[in-house]
């Protein structure tokens, strides 16, 4: 077993064979049972053990349960590909942080570090922090870069997945037009790369290892320094033709309001953003915030920035129910830095949703009522769903 059998297994053309719809469906998945993977791929059961024996000989897969193989909520029984057949690297060019995490292909999780940027910062100075976090994962890992199967790349814009360029960028000016294959291509040497915005990248971490779990249509409500979210229908994220589908932040709710940073004015991103809170608890302060201070000092009870985060709910609830009416979604799992707060924020956002939306809680039975979820990932999971990328091949290969 080595990395350009595996690579090999992984490519569409392998989806023809048993053998390469088995090792595919563990790489999206992560560890599974033969009983999941037969109900998975559609195989009969005799054939997923045949197969199974095979790749467990040739040392392909291995079972679960060693402290090599990870994988949330793994059943007892459970086969994944061996963590030594090669890793993926996930990247978050976030609007003030730049995320690197390197994990294996059983998903386990080996490396996860990040650096924290001013806003505006150029893609220059993004290369050169991802070659100083990628170095940093590397260190005193087993796994050299040798085993490198992908790069996925979550960026806090939006991005034409297939192009891997950037659209003229809502949340970061500085990166409008920006060709991701031109700026990453260099660092990874002919590894292919996958890219697609944060939003539509929680999502994959959503439905992979978080609370979507299960779900094949959902939306992820982002409310963080930007308003973001994702799309999900019949297990797909929904891209749009341009890559540009789930902006619920630029919803336009008044022509004649502020000006957003997209170019637009009156944006739900301009009321419902953290920003403006933020900077309002900086002049409170007298002092440098960071969003997560704000929710800390909400928990450990200050007034103000409780005040800040509940706010924060009813706008972001105003915008929740415009989905809602669009959407009439069976699950929105609300993902960002605020859902920190927990009920402080989940409790004014349910109640604001309840009273914009169309369909009323008390109309329906509840089997029909919208659930709202807050995400179990402590950011909004988007650099692990760039792992995801590589790992379920949602993205187009663009190199
Ligand atoms: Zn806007």
Redesign the pocket.
Same mark, same amino acid.
């Given at each position: 077993m080595n990395k350009i059998e595996l690579k090999s297994l992984l490519t569409d053309g392998a989806l023809a064979t048993p053998t390469g719809r088995i090792v595919r469906t563990l790489s999206a998945r992560g560890a599974l049972s033969a009983t999941q993977i037969a109900r998975l791929t559609g195989l009969a059961k005799s054939t997923v053990s045949t197969v199974l024996t095979e790749l467990r000989r040739s040392d392909m897969v291995v079972e679960a349960g060693s402290e090599s193989a990870g994988g949330v909520g793994r059943p007892a029984t459970a086969l994944t590909l061996n963590p030594k057949a090669g890793t993926c690297i996930g990247i978050l060019i976030g609007q003030t942080e730049i995320q690197v995490i390197l994990a294996d292909v059983s998903h386990t999780v080996l490396s996860d570090r990040s650096a924290y940027l001013a806003p505006d910062y150029s893609p220059d100075t993004a290369i050169e922090y991802v070659r100083k976090l990628i170095a940093d994962a590397y260190q005193g890992q087993w796994q050299g870069r040798e085993g490198l199967l992908g790069v996925g790349i979550a960026v806090g814009g939006p991005v034409n997945p297939v192009t891997g360029k950037m659209l003229r960028a *809502?949340g970061m000016p500085t990166w409008a037009g920006a060709d991701m294959r031109e700026l990453f291509g260099p660092i990874f040497d002919g590894v292919p790369i996958f890219c697609d915005n944060e939003s539509n990248c929680a999502a994959i971490a959503e439905m992979t290892w978080g609370a979507a779990q299960g779900h094949d249509d959902f939306i992820v409500y982002t409310l963080d320094l930007g308003v973001g979210g994702a799309i999900v229908s019949g297990g797909r994220v929904l891209r749009g033709i341009a890559g540009g589908a789930g902006?619920f /932040?630029?919803v336009?709710l008044d022509p004649n309001g502020p000006p957003?940073?997209? *170019?637009?004015? /009156?944006?739900?991103?301009?009321y419902a953003s953290f920003r403006e809170p933020l900077a309002e608890s900086e002049r409170h302060f007298g002092r440098s915030m960071r969003l997560a201070d704000v929710v800390e000092l909400a928990l450990g009870g200050d007034a103000t920035c409780r005040a800040l985060i509940e706010r924060a709910g009813e706008a972001g609830g105003h915008g929740l129910g415009l989905i809602g009416s669009v959407f009439n979604p069976t699950l929105v799992v609300v993902s960002g830095r605020l859902v920190a707060a927990g009920d402080m924020l989940m409790r004014p956002l349910a109640e604001s949703f309840e009273r914009h939306t169309l369909v009323k809680h008390g109309d329906v039975p509840d089997t029909a009522r919208t659930i709202l979820s807050p995400s179990r990932f402590s950011d909004n999971g988007a650099c692990m769903g760039a792992v995801g990328l590589v790992l379920r091949h949602h993205g187009r290969l663009l190199n």
């Open positions: *809502g902006e /932040g630029h336009v957003c940073r997209c *170019g637009n004015r /009156g944006c739900l991103d301009v």
